[in-house]
């Protein structure tokens, strides 16, 4: 369970727990005092004074060989360490935690910078990266709680994006290649669009599409490039241009591009696989939720296609194993007259809203012989929502504001870099994390749905959260936590009744019983004063109340109690002496 305590307040409870617990031992020992006497009150005395007293006591009694006396001196001792031990063994149950309390809602409104470029707009600032071990969701969601997008947060708040349900329109889709002209049916109910790289310029002539059975289909598009790479050896990433279209609206259109170059020697991963996000809000109402993510590799000859392929993804994948026909059989090496011409096979699988491919492009180096292959496997999922309201707390805000949700042509809302763990001498991936990032981003913005708004003219953002304010405190498990109130309510209960029970002489310290047998009015039951005392002659006040003669000697002392008194009205009562001298000089 959480207190939401302080240091100061958890502290100050144990020190409660510790007083009532060693007030309980101390009334434990004054009914044993009162019950047998004797030694016990010595014990009880000896106890006040500390662990050092207890032991040293200890040791004298061994040497003495008085066995009662020792045996009550251990079982105080243990006692004692018992019981501080069971207070000390529950802090290490305490965890320092922060609790939650005060939920509320509340609407971030920040202003993003977009980014231009000839093919998609960007937010440029929403890229994030993926942890070897983290969940995509969880980066998501720290995404969403990021400066970025909520620049005016409240470090004593926790916000936590809105959520709301949804209905798919949408679960099933065609897929085309290259601007339609090659078509994989699947009796979808909108068509998905993936398409080459841009710079390519594809012969439609000589392109064809091959369906091997319901939602696979390989494709062949020859190509030739006007763009290559002024450095020799020298290969770019393949862009991946992607596109949805739903019941003839407008296109919801991605890419997942990185513009980066590599060496033809390169071989398996070229780029580490990353996963771009797109939300398109429809003139229907009806929302487009789209996400890609590009595993990149690079084979430097067809020799070594299958084990760098298998090595990244297994042996059991039919997009690398029909791949790899291709690479056999030179459909993707044999045909590149030169450096310009380009070989693109792909392999596609569309099940439901997910579209898998694996794209190969074949190229060859100005004076070489031998091809470089280089190849992109893409997972790309949709998910098509029908109209929702838009969130009224938004709504409120946006009410006198002409509100435009239109996505651009093709655009990037989110792009996510998946690291690897590295070691001493390699790097690995969490691949089956990544080959199902697409399928948890798509799922987390359309739970996002209206919740999430960007106003494309204005360039500004509006993310309603619920927000819940953050409490320092402790984490205890509950028992333990109840029984340390209960063990507190029982020893005080134990130590009152006792103290309204039980005489003084049984209870206080021999100081107290000296000093109210000195006081001017005796049995008042007040608290007794302070008197001076001096350790060289044993004396209160002037009063010696144990001998300081040697035992030795022959001669023998006057008792205290029968010794004039000087400078004192006030002799010693001699009760009072005859309890509390004769318990003293069994101290002795």
């Avoid at 063990?487 to 100081?511: G, K, N, P, Q």
Wanted: charged residues 15%.
């Amino acid at each position: 369970m959480f207190l939401p305590l302080s240091f100061f307040t958890l502290n100050l409870f144990f020190l409660t727990l510790e007083i009532s617990v060693a007030a309980a031992l101390a009334a434990v020992l004054a009914h044993t005092s009162r019950r047998y006497g004797g030694y016990a009150q010595s014990i009880r005395w000896i106890k006040q004074a500390g662990y050092w007293e207890v032991i040293v006591a200890l040791y004298f009694s061994v040497r003495k060989g008085a066995r009662r006396p020792l045996w009550a001196l251990l079982a105080t001792l243990f006692g004692s360490i018992v019981l501080t031990g069971i207070i000390i063994g529950g802090k290490f149950y305490i965890t320092p935690s922060t609790g939650e309390r005060s939920p509320s809602r509340e609407v971030a409104t920040s202003t993003q910078f977009l980014a231009f470029s000839a093919w998609m707009t960007s937010l440029a600032a929403w890229s994030f990266p993926v942890q070897y071990d983290t969940n995509i969701g969880d980066t998501l969601a720290r995404a969403l709680n990021s400066s970025k997008v909520n620049p005016r947060a409240s470090p004593t708040k926790r916000y936590q994006p809105r959520v709301s349900d949804y209905e798919v329109a949408c679960d099933r889709l065609n897929v085309r290649v290259f601007n339609g002209s090659l078509f994989l049916p699947n009796d979808g109910c909108a068509t998905f669009d993936i398409y080459p790289p841009i710079s390519f310029n594809v012969n439609t002539t000589t392109s064809y599409i091959l369906q091997t059975s319901k939602g696979r289909a390989k494709a062949v598009l020859p190509s030739r490039t006007e763009v290559n790479s002024t450095t020799p050896g020298m290969l770019s990433d393949i862009p991946l241009f992607t596109r949805v279209k739903y019941e003839d609206q407008y296109y919801c259109s991605t890419i997942n591009t990185l513009f980066s170059f590599f060496n033809v020697t390169r071989v398996a991963f070229t780029v580490s696989p990353s996963t771009v996000l797109t939300k398109c809000q429809l003139l229907s109402g009806h929302m487009v939720s789209l996400s890609t993510t590009a595993i990149r590799f690079a084979v430097p000859n067809r020799q070594m296609f299958h084990s760098i392929a298998t090595s990244i993804f297994g042996d059991q994948d039919e997009l690398v194993s029909a791949m790899h026909e291709s690479v056999n059989n030179g459909t993707l090496t044999d045909f590149l007259a030169d450096e310009l011409e380009r070989m693109v096979v792909m392999e596609v699988k569309i099940v439901g809203t997910q579209a898998t491919a694996l794209i190969c492009v074949g190229s060859k180096q100005p004076g070489s012989v031998v091809a470089q292959i280089n190849c992109a496997y893409t997972i790309a999922n949709t998910l098509i929502t029908k109209p929702r309201p838009l969130n009224p707390d938004i709504a409120q805000i946006v009410s006198n504001k002409n509100l435009s949700t239109d996505f651009p042509m093709a655009g990037v809302m989110m792009t996510l870099t998946h690291l690897p763990l590295v070691s001493e001498s390699t790097s690995s991936y969490a691949l089956s994390k990544i080959l199902n990032a697409s399928a948890v981003a798509v799922t987390y913005l359309a739970n996002l749905g209206q919740n999430v708004i960007m106003d494309w003219d204005s360039s500004t953002m509006y993310i309603a959260y619920d927000t819940v304010d953050l409490v320092e405190g402790y984490d205890v498990p509950g028992c333990v936590f109840f029984l340390m109130c209960a063990a507190m309510i029982v020893c005080f209960l134990f130590w009152a009744t006792t103290e309204w029970c039980v005489e003084d002489r049984y209870t206080r310290s021999l100081y107290w019983l000296v000093s109210k047998s000195l006081a001017p009015t005796k049995g008042n039951g007040h608290p007794p004063l302070l008197y001076p005392f001096d350790p060289e002659t044993l004396e209160f006040d002037g009063r010696r109340i144990v001998s300081t003669k040697d035992l030795r000697d022959s001669e023998k002392e006057t008792a205290v109690y029968e010794q004039s008194i000087h400078d004192s009205q006030d002799p010693l009562v001699a009760e009072a002496c005859a309890i509390n001298c004769s318990h003293s000089l069994q101290l002795q």
